[in-house]
């Protein structure tokens, strides 16, 4: 399905890897559209800290900033302060005003309201309502607690994010799009009501929040369908953290449309690179489809094959097995550029097969 946001003209399902900082680590951006990827999520509560809104601000947004012409969308923060916070809990509190924080010595507030603001300031085509993230443990009275909350989050932040359009003078092809977070855990009359409520707001996507995996590494199946089952109407169904490849096939036939994960990027950091078992097709999706090649592995040293006799990326197609290996060795930047430029291909190449239906 092919989608516009912004004029820029989307095919769905997309998967946005994390420029959590306002870069895909190791790569720049004429790597990232080399790739056939074509948006990216950036993190609200990262870049408050570093550079700053109103560094970005100055530059014109944040895809002027990082010399991007795809899609950008920016998370909300939520999920970092509150991991930042479960961590430690001196660090901050949580309260129906918003939460505060200590980051650096210096007290930062992120309410519904300031966390639209910013992200307006920062300037991306999507832009995500501030959730409460509860923990997946909570009972159901403190889990209830939490979707109040989160339901009375989202109105405040439709409304500043109406105000926000109104003072810009921004129309309907301008605006950014605003998606809503749906918490519950793993109560499915939490999540129904919550996604139902948040659909009365007014929304033009809906993410689902929180866990998708269980302990047990399964995906939270029943939570994730009863987001999509309660939201039938909207165009955008956003899995948040959902990223390996697997799941991005089992969410996407759920109803799923927009994904975005560390994973392919961090394991190319670490040398672990995605192959596909046998030639890509939609047939193949239906077994074990790929498999992770450890390059730092003896067996690689004289190996002069590409990664993936069944990748054309930039790095299958100049370099091989053995160089990869001896840059990962050696400790040189370069193996993290060429590996990440692999892994997220991986990934365009696996969305491909899904845009053209399952
Ligand atoms: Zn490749």
């Given at each position: 399905m092919i989608s516009k946001i912004r004029n820029k003209e989307l095919n769905l399902p997309i998967f946005c890897p994390d420029a959590t900082r306002g870069v895909l680590r190791a790569t720049d951006s004429a790597d990232i559209e080399n790739t056939d990827i074509h948006g990216l999520i950036v993190n609200t509560y990262h870049l408050l800290v570093n550079p700053g809104v109103e560094v970005l601000k100055k530059a014109g947004g944040i895809n002027k900033?990082?010399?991007w012409e795809g899609l950008t969308i920016s998370d909300s923060g939520g999920f970092q302060v509150y991991s930042l916070i479960h961590r430690k809990s001196g660090l901050g509190k949580i309260t129906d005003e918003g939460v505060s924080f200590n980051l650096d010595g210096n007290?930062?507030?992120?309410?519904p309201e300031s966390c639209i603001q910013t992200q307006f300031g920062i300037g991306a085509d999507v832009i995500i309502c501030l959730d409460d993230c509860a923990d997946q443990s909570l009972s159901e009275p403190a889990m209830i607690k939490s979707v109040d909350r989160t339901i009375a989050w989202a109105k405040r932040c439709k409304a500043e994010y109406n105000k926000q359009i109104e003072q810009r003078g921004l129309d309907n092809q301008s605006r950014p799009l605003i998606f809503g977070v749906v918490q519950g855990g793993n109560y499915i009359k939490q999540r129904e009501r919550c996604a139902t409520e948040l659909n009365k707001v007014g929304f033009d996507g809906f993410g689902f929040g929180g866990w998708p995996i269980s302990g047990d590494g399964e995906l939270n199946a029943e939570a994730l369908r009863a987001v999509v089952e309660s939201t039938k109407d909207s165009k955008y169904h956003y899995a948040l953290g959902v990223g390996d490849p697997k799941s991005c096939v089992e969410c996407v036939k759920m109803g799923y449309n927009i994904f975005d994960c560390v994973l392919p990027t961090r394991d190319a950091r670490h040398g672990r690179l995605y192959v596909w078992s046998e030639k890509p097709s939609r047939e193949v999706l239906d077994g074990k489809f790929y498999e992770y090649l450890r390059i730092d592995k003896a067996e690689y040293a004289e190996d002069l094959a590409p990664i993936s006799e069944y990748c054309d990326c930039y790095t299958c197609k100049k370099y091989t097995k053995s160089y990869?290996?001896?840059?990962?060795?050696?400790?040189?930047?370069?193996?993290?550029?060429?590996?990440?430029?692999?892994?997220?291909?991986?990934?365009?190449?696996?969305?491909?097969?899904?845009?053209?239906?399952?």
């Amino acid at each position: 399905m092919i989608s516009k946001i912004r004029n820029k003209e989307l095919n769905l399902p997309i998967f946005c890897p994390d420029a959590t900082r306002g870069v895909l680590r190791a790569t720049d951006s004429a790597d990232i559209e080399n790739t056939d990827i074509h948006g990216l999520i950036v993190n609200t509560y990262h870049l408050l800290v570093n550079p700053g809104v109103e560094v970005l601000k100055k530059a014109g947004g944040i895809n002027k900033f990082m010399n991007w012409e795809g899609l950008t969308i920016s998370d909300s923060g939520g999920f970092q302060v509150y991991s930042l916070i479960h961590r430690k809990s001196g660090l901050g509190k949580i309260t129906d005003e918003g939460v505060s924080f200590n980051l650096d010595g210096n007290k930062h507030t992120l309410t519904p309201e300031s966390c639209i603001q910013t992200q307006f300031g920062i300037g991306a085509d999507v832009i995500i309502c501030l959730d409460d993230c509860a923990d997946q443990s909570l009972s159901e009275p403190a889990m209830i607690k939490s979707v109040d909350r989160t339901i009375a989050w989202a109105k405040r932040c439709k409304a500043e994010y109406n105000k926000q359009i109104e003072q810009r003078g921004l129309d309907n092809q301008s605006r950014p799009l605003i998606f809503g977070v749906v918490q519950g855990g793993n109560y499915i009359k939490q999540r129904e009501r919550c996604a139902t409520e948040l659909n009365k707001v007014g929304f033009d996507g809906f993410g689902f929040g929180g866990w998708p995996i269980s302990g047990d590494g399964e995906l939270n199946a029943e939570a994730l369908r009863a987001v999509v089952e309660s939201t039938k109407d909207s165009k955008y169904h956003y899995a948040l953290g959902v990223g390996d490849p697997k799941s991005c096939v089992e969410c996407v036939k759920m109803g799923y449309n927009i994904f975005d994960c560390v994973l392919p990027t961090r394991d190319a950091r670490h040398g672990r690179l995605y192959v596909w078992s046998e030639k890509p097709s939609r047939e193949v999706l239906d077994g074990k489809f790929y498999e992770y090649l450890r390059i730092d592995k003896a067996e690689y040293a004289e190996d002069l094959a590409p990664i993936s006799e069944y990748c054309d990326c930039y790095t299958c197609k100049k370099y091989t097995k053995s160089y990869l290996r001896h840059l990962f060795k050696i400790n040189d930047t370069l193996a993290y550029r060429l590996a990440s430029i692999h892994n997220i291909s991986f990934y365009s190449q696996l969305f491909e097969i899904l845009q053209k239906g399952l």
